[in-house]
């Protein structure tokens, strides 16, 4: 197995979380998903270099790397908007009025689902289950839910964004 | 009713160490480890209280720790299922945003109970302010000694490692959960070996619901006797339902199980939203089948009414559904989730899924005939039971009872052939 290198290096907290981490899992390779978290909190999302970073790091292929971000959606290839937008879509959330909620987020931002305004402000993603099921409809900006949506807090909640 | 799991819910600041200190948490951990009271006693109390998995499954839990060999010399592990997606279900969020450190405590109580040095604590990615309260609570927790080296100066050590997934449903089974978590994509295993006997990193390794292990501390301080007192014979104690839909108080509810489904909707949900009358109910989660309201009225939310009902308690995500919904639209919403979720691993499920959701896709934009609700049939039948895990399952029951319970809605949405 060839292990690639790599010369990036990540905050020097993140490294000795990562450091901890490896101490206390049995394996290096199970490292995986927190070196990936660790680089899309600081970088935004994760670019090449960076996934031959994590290869490195946790002594797997690049290859597996890719596997294992292209598995999961959370996971960005590209960047995100500043303010990446999650309406989930599931049952619940479609009963309490999902699709006006959608068709609110398209209209305001001009983008559909995987799309990006063109300032880079915002990026629209339709997500499944949440688990907001009692609360729907749930929106998620970022990493913040905002629950009982209705097209008019939606829009209201866009518009304050900076 | 005797609350168990939400028992601290109403309590201002519950997710800090020093209320839950006052709360009683914690108390049953330090008895169990200072009396000592032996592992296989733990596990012996468990099974006599006959608790069942509240993930889905419901296997029972003290079964499930029996089952892991204590000779391997290998060390063994304990995974939390915190990737709680199935939707309809939002009760794990609430428990570990108002209470972690009680989970915390269920969960050591466990591991001393199964010979376990590392609990993984596998969280879905979605997850904001629960894993925020659940890293906060692990580190008080570690700073106060009850977590780590020396726990409550018993001499027993128990790390306690957070992992943070990253979106995927699969990870919430319990092989898939494994397999993501030894840093892979979620892809589901096959069994035997069962986790019990070879699961993460290859050693034996228990997968416990939240809600499982918060119900432990209570076993343990009144005894499995008292817990099997609450509920029905055949499935003892309280389970927390997710209520969503178009009721007054939509919510979670700590309810004994065997409680009736209409008593929980018309009394503590308050009923139906003005305006809005029941026209169904999926009560454990999307990937059961669905109820009418004939069955409503007599369906308890136990173990084994809704399997006499020709239904499952799974996850108890009550989904209640209102007259003004299209069946036939949230079917396809459920196909497209499925689809969406299938780690492609089995053809009959990455196949059938996806083919299910262009049928189903079809039918909604007028385009369907007869033909395609057979194939719908067919094409399920196929599926179920022909995979590693139960995904495939979990949209052949939704599509069939559909089409079983409100075949009129498809009939009416379908052409008799193709149009021209």
């Known amino acids: 197995m060839t292990v690639s290198s790599s010369t990036l290096k990540l905050a020097p907290e993140a490294e000795a979380r990562i450091d901890d981490l490896q101490r206390r899992y049995p394996t290096k390779a199970a490292t995986l998903l927190p070196v990936l978290w660790e680089i899309q909190t600081q970088v935004g999302w994760l670019p090449q270099e960076w996934m031959a970073y994590a290869a490195a790091r946790c002594e797997v292929p690049v290859s597996k790397v890719l596997g294992v971000v292209s598995f999961y959606t959370m996971f960005h290839q590209e960047q995100p908007g500043r303010h990446h937008v999650q309406v989930c879509r599931n049952i619940s959330c479609t009963m309490l009025g999902a699709e006006a909620i959608l068709a609110c987020v398209r209209e305001k931002l001009g983008v559909t689902n995987g799309g990006r305004t063109a300032d880079g402000k915002f990026s629209l993603e339709e997500v499944e289950c949440l688990a907001g099921c009692s609360w729907g409809p749930v929106v998620q900006i970022n990493r913040t839910y905002h629950e009982n949506m209705t097209p008019e807090k939606t829009a209201q909640l866009l518009d304050s964004l900076e | ?420």
């Open chain 2, 1 to 420: 009713m005797t609350k168990i799991i939400t028992k601290n819910w109403g309590v201002k600041d519950s997710h800090l160490l020093s209320v839950a200190r006052a709360n009683g948490v914690y108390s049953n951990l330090e008895r169990v480890l200072k009396t000592p009271i032996a592992p296989k006693d733990v596990v012996e109390a468990v099974k006599k209280s006959g608790l069942r998995g509240r993930g889905g499954a419901g296997f029972p839990a003290g079964m499930k720790w029996s089952f892991v060999p204590q000779n391997t010399g290998k060390p063994i592990y304990l995974c939390v299922n915190a990737d709680e997606s199935e939707p309809g279900t939002n009760k794990d969020r609430e428990i570990l945003e108002r209470d972690p450190h009680l989970m915390i405590e269920g969960a050591l109580i466990a591991a001393w109970a199964i010979g376990c040095r590392t609990v993984f604590f596998y969280i879905r990615g979605e997850f904001d302010l629960p894993e925020r309260r659940i890293r906060a609570a692990a580190e008080e927790a570690m700073k106060a000694g009850i977590v780590g080296d020396n726990v409550m100066g018993s001499g027993w050590s128990c790390d306690f490692i957070v992992h943070r997934g990253a979106g995927a449903y699969i990870c919430g089974e319990e092989t898939g959960l494994i397999s993501s978590l030894e840093g892979g994509r979620g892809e589901p295993k096959i069994k035997p070996p069962f986790p019990a006997v070879k699961g993460a990193f290859g050693c034996p390794t228990v997968v416990n619901n939240v809600e499982t292990l918060c119900a432990v501390p209570w076993i343990m301080e009144h005894g499995g006797e008292a817990y099997a007192k609450i509920g029905t014979e055949k499935s003892p104690g309280t389970k927390v339902i997710s209520v969503s839909g178009r009721v007054k108080r939509p919510g979670n509810y700590e309810i004994p199980l065997g409680y009736g489904l209409k008593d929980l909707i018309d009394n503590e949900c308050g009923g139906m939203q003005d305006g809005y009358r029941l026209k169904a109910v999926i009560p454990g989660g999307s990937s059961v089948p669905v109820m009418k309201p004939e069955q409503v009225a007599t369906l308890k939310l136990d173990y084994e009414s809704c399997q006499a009902h020709g239904t499952f308690l799974g996850s108890a995500g009550c989904i209640v559904v209102d007259h003004t919904q299209d069946m036939v639209k949230l079917l396809h919403v459920l196909a497209r989730f499925y689809s969406h979720e299938s780690c492609g691993q089995c053809t009959p499920c990455r196949e059938g899924t996806g083919w299910a959701y262009r049928i189903l896709t079809k039918i909604v934009q007028g385009r369907g005939t007869k033909k395609d609700i057979d194939t719908l049939r067919s094409l399920t039948q196929q599926m179920d039971g022909a995979t590693i895990c139960a995904l495939a399952s979990a949209l052949v029951m939704p599509v069939q009872s559909f089409l079983k319970q409100f075949p009129e809605e498809f009939e009416a949405k379908v052409q008799e052939t193709v149009p021209a």
